[in-house]
Every structure is written in C-alpha cells, then in structure tokens.
C-alpha cells in the first residue's frame, strides 16, 4: 500500500504541472511545473483584435512529456519505481473548445491551418464571442428559457457553444473541417486512453454542465432544434457529443500503450474523467457541504457542493449535478476581479512595484472597520455573481481632503469582501448555507489583512488550504480515486480529503465588534449595489455618505 | 495728476499686503507682504479642538506697520514723496469677529486675556460653532424665515453671530467683557480713522450682509427679539451697532494724525470703508454684470453682481446688495474644495510631491472628454453651494483595471467644473446670466488643463486676470475710488477697472465638441449630485455606469 501513488496533470492557463502523491498517506511526493511553447506564455494574442487568446493543442501534449521527463529528473525519485503510480487524474482550464477532426486530431495540426488562430484550442479567456453569447441567451429565452435556470440567466462569451458560433461566422474553412470541437478537460483524458474516433470522446460533466448547457433534466446538451437555429452547423456538432456525460468518480479509460511508453508510465492504469481546474481545486481543498473553496487570485472562483438537487440561484454562474463531487450539486460562482484590483491600485493607479502591498498591509492593518468613511464597489472589471453585467466599473466614496492610499487599499478589500457576501447571500436564499471558508490561490498566504476582513464581513471563520497547489492535489486525489475504486467501489472521495487536505494552522476568525459594523457597512455596500446594478431598485442614496460619516467619527 | 497714488491694505489670512497704485494709469508700482505674529504663520490653534483658528489683533497693526517700512525701504522708492498716496482702500478675511471693549481696543490687549484664545480675532476658518449655527438656523426657520433668504437656506458656522454665540456659551467672561464685536474688515478702518468710541465703529455691507444676516429690507441686522431668544447678550451687541451699514464707495473718514505718523502718510486723506478680501478681489479683477469672478485656491470664491435686485436665489450663499459694487446686488457663491482636491490626489493619496501637478497635467490634457471613463463628485470637504451641506464626501467612480492617475485626476478637474457649472446654472434660474469668466487666485496660472477644462464645462470663454494679486489691487482701487470722488462724485468704479484691470493675453476658448460631451457627462454628474446630495430625488443611477462606458468607447 505504501508503494501505490497517484499522478495529477493539472493544465493551467501557462503550463502544465504534475504532482506525484502517495495514496496511502497523502503526502505531496514531487512536483513539477513545464510552460506551454510558442505565443506568448503559450498564448496567441492577435494584434487587431484584444479579445483573442488561443493555444496550440500540441504544445499542451508536448509540456506534458517534458514535465514528465523533468519529473523523472528530480535526484529524489533516482530510485522511484514509475509502475508504482497507480492512477491519472487530469484538470485543465475550459471552458477551451479545440476544433478536431473525426480520428480526434487538432485541426492545428494540419499544414494548411498551422497559422490559423481559428483551428487552435479557444482559450478561456478568449471574448471574441460577445455577440454570439447574446444569441444564445436571447434565443433561449425566447424558445428555452430553462437553458438559463442553471446558468445565472445569462449565456456568457467565454463558453463553449459561443465561441463555436463565432467561428461558424468568421471562418467558414475551419468550422466545416471540424468534425466536433472537443473541451481541453475531455481532449487529454481521450489523447492518453488512445481514443482516435472522436464519436468515442468522452466528455465530462463539470465542462459540460457548466460551459455546454450540458443538464440531465433537458436530456443532455441543448437539442437540436435550438442550436440548429444558431447555425445549422451546431446542430451537426451536437449529433458528435455522447448522450450523458461523466463525473471525475469514472474512468475514461485505461492509459494506452502509446501514451504509457511516452510517459514510462505502466500502461493499462486508469485515466479518470478529466474536470475544469477550480473545480478540481475546490476537491483539492476539501470542498464539502456548508463548506465554501474560494479559489482568490486575480478573480475568485467560489465552489461549493450540495446535497439539495432542486436548487434554483439566480444570478449564480453555474449549478450542476454531479460537477464538483458525484452525488452532489456543484455551485459555481465567483467576482470578476479580485486581486486584479489590488493590483490596479498599487500598479496602475499609484506606480508603485508589487511590493508596496506589503506596507499598505501593515497600514490598513491599524484601521478600525468604518474608520476611514470610505466604501467602494468591486466592479473594474464587470460583475460575474450576481449581477452577471459587464458593463459595470468600479466606484470608491466616501473621500475627505485626507483619505491616504492604504484607507483606501482597505476599502478596495472590503468591497471585494462584500461582493464575496453577496454571493453567499445568494447561495443562502436557495437554501446553501455556508458555515465556514476555505481559502486557496495566490492572495491568501500573502494578504493577512485579507483574511481578517473576510473573516469579519463574511462571519464565519476563514481557513487557509496548506497545500499551495490545490488543484493538481485535486487532481492526484481523483487519480488515487479512480484507482481505489476499482477495489472498493463504495470509497468516498471525502475519506481521501481527510488523508490528503490539509489545512493551515493559521485560522481568521471574526472579531465580534468588527462583524457588527460590517453589518451597517454591508447594507451601505447593498444600498449602492442595487442603485447602480439593477433596475428600478435602490432609491435611497442620500443617507449613504451622511451613514459613513457617521460611522467614521463614531467613538471607538 | 501723475503724482498722485493710492495704497491697497490686504489682510489675508497669514499676511497683510501692500499694493501701490498709480491713479492716473493703473501701474502696480509697488507691492510688499509681511507675515502675522505668533502662533503658526500667524494663527493659534487648540491641540485640544481641531476647530479653533484664532488671531491676534495686534499683529495686524504691528504687521500693516512693519509692510509699510518694507515698502519705503525699496530701493526704487527711496525718492518717493509719500505724500502723493491720496487715498487707502482695506480688505479683510471674513467672517473674523474682534471683541472689543467700549473703546475700540481688542479685549485680547488685556492682560488678564492675552493667554485666552477666545479674546482674540476669531478666525474666518474657525469652526467651533457648528452647533451655534444650526440653532440660528433653526430659530429662523421658525420665526424669522425671511432671514435665510439670501444665505442659502443655512446659517453658516463660520459666520459673525454663530461664533458670538458661541463665545457667550463657552466664555461668559470675555463675552460680558465685550462692549461689541466688530468684523477685522471694520477694525482696520475704525483704527486708521482714530476711532475710539466703539459706537461710532463704522459696519461695511460686504461683512454685514454676507455674515451677519445685515439686509435693509428687515431693517439692517436682524431684530434684538430674534437674537435674545439666542442669548441675551446678543441682543445687547445688537444695540451697539449702526442701523446703517456702508458700501466702499464711502468714505470711513481720514486718516487719523496717530496712524498718518506710525505708517508716514499724509493725515486727513480719506480711508475707505472696508470689505471681504474675496470681494475687493472680484473688483480687482473686472466683476461686472454678466462677468463672473472666480478666485480660485484651495478652494472656489465666485463673485457676481448684478443690476437686479430681486433675487431670490436657493443654495447660493450670500445675495447683498451693495456688497461689491454699490448699486448692484452682490452674490457670492463657492465651491468647499478645488484646488485642495488636487493637492489631496497628489500629495495625500499618491504621496508624490507638489511637482508631480505638471506630469498629471501633460498626461491629462491627451485625454477626451469622456475618455476615461470617470466621474466624480467634488465633495471631499463638503459642499458649499448649491447643498450647503458639510456631510458629504468625495466619490469617483467608472474605474477599470486600467485607469491611471492621470485619468482620475482630470476626472476630479472635470468635477469641479461641473459643480461650478451647477452654481451659475442657478445664478441663471434666477436670470442672472454669465456670459464670460474672469479666474484669478493661485490655480488658473499654473494649471491650463484646469482652465481648458472649465472654458470646455461652462461653455463661456475664460480669462484670467494679469495681476496676481488681485485682492490688492481692488483695494487699492477703492482707496483711488474714494480720493477720486471727493473731486467728481459721479464717477465709477467702472471707469477705474478700464484701467487697472489688466486680461492675461492667454483666453481659454471653449471647444464645440467638447462642449457637446461635456453637456451629456454634466446630465451624469447631475443624477449623481441629486441622487447623493438630496432627498427624494436622483433615482435613475443604473444607467451612471453605462452611459459613462459608453461615452469612453465612442468613436473620436
């Protein structure tokens, strides 16, 4: 048992990173980190258009082997007997379509389309399909408006059928020479079990359900009447996608001989069903019911679970069956921007380096909630959750002839605080309670003050993951998953999470007095969320400076 | 007639200046300007109260004193017959109220108070007698409701009965001390003129009527039933002051033998009476009908006068007639904050040094109208006009993850201008049209985006006056006006201005196409100022966001 280890691929937005546990204890044996060629970062922006972001799919397979190879290098592992990985679990970001053709071959591969950005693999942050995300939202709700129940009411740019539509419309070539546009998360899992008859993709259900409009309750993908009236292309796509999609608890299949002599890997273990990578993340840092992973860095990504399968959250990007943890709902939210805005402010706004941060901290440490009369909106970047609008900015109030720059470092942190509050508010009015937060990404380990203050606004305590590589864990933990349910299929991945999640010692917990001016702060924060957010709500405004005021020179 | 000259007196608020002028052409000949005593720079703060800014009365004489030997020591002076300075014209800050005792001599002479901040000049910027101000305008709205008329709805606590009142609920012993309470503005002159009979103290409109609630339609100040209910005391001041207050088209007598020897001047040539320094400097710079004067510095002053006088003008802080020119109404106005805003941006938030102005113009002045994306409200320190209302704070909002601080502060340019903008848009609701602006004070020279900016908002050509010290040149011009008229009693203040008042070559004309955006973005920062600044109205903010983005992607 002790020699049984399991191997995760996470695919990220710039590389690929592996990570070697041990099955019988959870310890992170080894990891590695290989960039994507060619681009930028492995990124191919088009200089006319700012919205294009696309990847060759064969620099995803070739960071792959070369991070195997730098794995295999580490003086550690010298020794390491490679047949004792037992098990592959496999995450990459999505939603990002790759056109394939029907042996299941990238389109990018192909001599005429090898400088064609249109036959790479669609990023995810690619927002070249606005107008097609309109389409879609506009036709389901005039033909299917249950399409929209599950996905905060709003089709968004960035998912798969969009972004499929967009190339219908610009190029013709490429769209008829795809036989079916495959998800990265589900594009690995068939390139490693040897799938080369793209009928036989198989496809997951978390990128399914929560970028294709993927749900049971409609029998699988949109039908094809609705797409067919999109173009009558995506309605010959949808007759390539399988009838039910699959969790990360099932196989996709066995690692194939080929791919098995590539790695030095044993061939014949299983591959499990690939998953977007917060969401695997969120496993990776024990995401359970009434438990919230928020997955902060530049943006938030909040993944939760529930048990409850009749939920209803408007305004909540993604609700899906059996996404995050098979037998469960996973709920997918999140805020545009995050650390990004710190970053505007320090970067940007004031010029300052990085590092300034750390004295802003410090300072923004010593105010008391309220002190500095200031609240702002966390919108620069839009609003995912839960207005679903990006055509919002951002909004900083409450400023005398002397607010210094870390009163309103404070204030940028409150407000993405708030904003985090809403969304749990959300979560909570369809019956999803949140009793404590799980932390993981770049900013926690780095921004105390951060923590505290959520830990303040939210009211419930703020853990921190330990592991600073949650998602390829997660990854490695359905690898192991995969493999021990071969011999105890009943096995929960929650008996993994308590080998393998570990949690830092470091706890934030909410200060009463601060939790209780928060309260008033919040309904403030909530006055102006719904002047400038919605229509026709939000009327109040002109007791907000005079409420801040006096919250500011209130005896403390 | 080319030997004979007029001297300005210009008490500021750290400093009196000296300014000499050539009658017969209007040549500055001369100027100096000497510094207060004691404290800092001039002013007596309390560690314990961040409200109290106090004087002494002594160092004004001992500083007008010491500038007139300043003056004489000039070399290009040392021939000068001083005999040739005709007449002296004086301007005070204001509202700064002296108690004096029953023979004109400041109470702070006494030795008994000369450690009592109370006895001493109370400052224009003192701002203990908040809650004395409110009482007053309570007590007017309820049985004297005329009284606010032309103050803008408010008693202001900066103002000449608010801080007597406020001495008598904290100092009953310099307030029964006191024979009379009489403004700097009126202290100066009575001093020259040899005044040492309290009740023969001369009351200049300016003063009176702008912060002493002085108007002839109720009989001069207000009634002793009125201050009585008060305070008693109150009503007793009342009774040592003139019915009738003077315009500085009189005299306030002659420059008395004791003054004429201390500062080496002619006795008997006529002193004139005194007035608010904002006000003499409207005069200096060119106020006429349909000409707006703005001075501006830290913060806005907008003189105007007008033919009418029937004004009925809410939210506009003070309409006197006769205040500035005699036989015009005089209207004050102003903004809390301007330049002081900038200086916030720069120094307080961005931490950069008074140099980084000139980087932030370049910058700013690349920029469209519209461009940024931003809107801000120009409330860091309240509101003067048209709110009247101190509890309220600064607001900026449509940030992106981009916007840069030269964005932001043209934005906060921008704002200034939209609240001057609101001012003479009701200068215009009550028929007193602007048709050209005259800027003087310590911004319009050093900032062209400023000046661009506000020609582009207002829609009117903007000027600046040559002098830049306007302030004492209108004084001197007074002292000219009131030598002048002793020989031709006909003549105008007018016909003086045609040659004192000197134009900056440098006109800030106003662009159509800017003018066109700047209307729509002024229709924004309107929503913005009713919906934050009063109740029940202002409740259209969903579109603030969205109108401001779509501005900054027009086409240019």
Redesign the interface.
Known sequence: MNNEFSLGIDFGSNAVRLMMVNISNGEEVAQVAQLYTGGEDGVFYDPSDVNVARQSPGSYLEAMVAAMQLLKNQRELSDFNWYNIKGIGIDATGSTPIPVDEQNRPLASYEKFKDNLNAKAWMWKDHTSESEAAAITRLARKIRPDYLKFCGGTYFSEWFWAKMLHCAHVDSEVFDAAFTWVEFSDYIPAVLTGVNNARKIQRNICAAGHKGLYNESWGGYPDSEFLGQLHPGLAIVRETLPHRSKGVDQSAGDLCEEWARKLGLAAGIPVAMGALDAHVGAIGAGVNNHILVKIIGTSSCDIAVTDSHSLELPGISGIVKDSVIPGFTGIEGGQS?VG??F??FVV????RDERYHGELIEQGNELKPGQS?LMA?D???GNRNVLFDT???????????????FE?YRALIEATAFGAKRIIDQLKSGNVSIERIICTGGIPHKNRLFMQVYADVLDVPVYMAQSSETVALGAAMIGAWVYLKKKDPGIEIFQLQEKFCKINEQVYHPVPENVQIYKQLYEIYLTLHD??????R??H??S???E??KIKRMKR
Do not use: H, Y
Not at 531 to 536: E, H, S, V
């Open positions: 921007a990004d805005i970053r505007w940007e706004l004031l010029q009369g909106l919108w620069n970047n055509n919002l900015s951002g909004l900083i109030l409450g400023q005398s002839l002397k607010t210094r720059d309103v002047a400038f957010g919605t229509q026709g939000g009327t405004l002109f907000v400076m005079k801040l005021l």
